[in-house]
């Protein structure tokens, strides 16, 4: 067993190294690698506790080469669809953040995205959603949840419904322009989880917002 433990922890560290980020070509040490570093950990303890004590050094081998590739796939995916948004996204007001959960977040702002007290969508803002479809369609393996938010200026009832519609008019224009549907999740939370003040114009600005965020699926 200590033997076991002890390669499973050797392999981790040799995974998590410096490496080279197939998409961008800085050397690093990311998420994705530390992902490869601990699936491979995982996966020699794993090969090495389902094999016969004869055949036991090609099962950590087998097991650590499985998981160096699972636990590193997320991350790489996940990398390259977050880079390839925010090249996408870039100076129009949208924010794209990679969380360390793995997740992807975009931040669009109610001021560029709808008119005050509106849930139309605005039609500047046509093309910005169009390029998100697109990347959206390209990585089809996230899940995509679409929440509303609002500042606090007015009836709490009012502002959860109008941010409820906000967030499914823009998952509705992303699923016309051939993002699945089926991907889609959505809620209107009014003026909730304020990001900012909202005893000023420019926090209650900041608030006024629809947050998509993208969770891979297996």
């Known amino acids: ?8 922890a050797a392999a981790a560290l040799l995974f998590s190294g410096c490496a080279t980020n197939a998409y961008t070509g800085e050397s690093q ?10 699936g ?3 996966g020699a303890g794993v090969g090495a506790l389902s094999s016969s004590k004869k055949d036991r050094t090609k099962g950590i081998i087998t097991g650590l080469a499985a998981g160096a590739v699972v636990g ?4 790489a995916y996940m990398d390259y669809q977050n880079k390839k948004l925010a090249d996408e996204l870039k100076s129009t007001g949208v924010s794209v953040t990679k969380n360390a959960d793995n997740t992807i977040t975009l ?13 139309d969508i605005n039609s500047d803002f046509n093309a910005v959603l169009n390029s998100v479809a697109k990347v959206f369609k390209e990585y089809d ?3 995509i949840s679409v929440t509303g938010y609002t500042d606090n200026t007015g009836k709490a009832a009012t502002n959860k419904e109008l941010s409820a519609q906000r967030a499914q008019n823009v998952a509705n224009y992303l699923a016309n322009q051939g993002v699945d549907s089926a991907r889609f999740t959505t809620a209107g939370l009014g003026s909730s989880n ?13 608030n006024r917002r629809v947050v998509i965020k993208l969770t891979y699926v297996e």
């Open 194 to 206: 304020p990001v900012a003040s909202n005893a000023n114009a420019n926090g209650r600005a900041k």
């Open 29 to 38: 040490v990311g998420k994705t690698t530390i992902g490869a570093g601990i």
């Open 141 to 143: 393996k996230t899940k």
């Open 1 to 8: 067993m200590k033997f076991i433990l002890s390669f499973a």
């Open 40 to 42: 491979a950990a995982v």
């Open 107 to 119: 931040n669009m702002p109610g001021d560029i995205t709808f008119a005050s007290g509106k849930a």
């Open 72 to 75: 590193g796939g997320v991350g």
